[in-house]
């Protein structure tokens, strides 16, 4: 199912945006082996990571930033939200 995709205005570069950008450091876990593969009659040895899991552990804050200007509009998945909906009024105080 698709949703309707909801347009909102960037507060920083006024810029008509349906998304934001999110950045995080969560910690991962794979399962890592050795593969072996052979190219031109050698034997060449490369690490593949599979089954990647995210133990939803942060670091910090997430970052929730513009895709047009790259602004941090929020630190917090509940503004990202009320914003994107269109619900949150942004103002810039710098
Ligand atoms: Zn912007």
């Known amino acids: 199912m698709r ?5 909102v205005k960037c507060p920083k570069c006024d810029a008509e ?17 050795i593969q072996k593969v052979i190219h031109n009659d050698k034997v060449m040895n490369y690490l593949d990571y599979d089954s990647w899991d995210n133990l939803c552990v942060s670091k910090d804050d997430p970052e929730y930033c513009c895709p047009e200007c790259d602004h941090i509009l929020f630190t917090s998945e509940a503004q990202a939200e009320a914003f994107l909906r269109g619900q949150l009024i942004y103002i810039i105080l710098a």
């Open 17 to 33: 945006i349906d998304h934001l950008h999110y950045f995080n450091y969560e910690l991962m876990k794979a399962d890592v082996s």
């Open 3 to 7: 949703g309707i995709e909801l347009t």
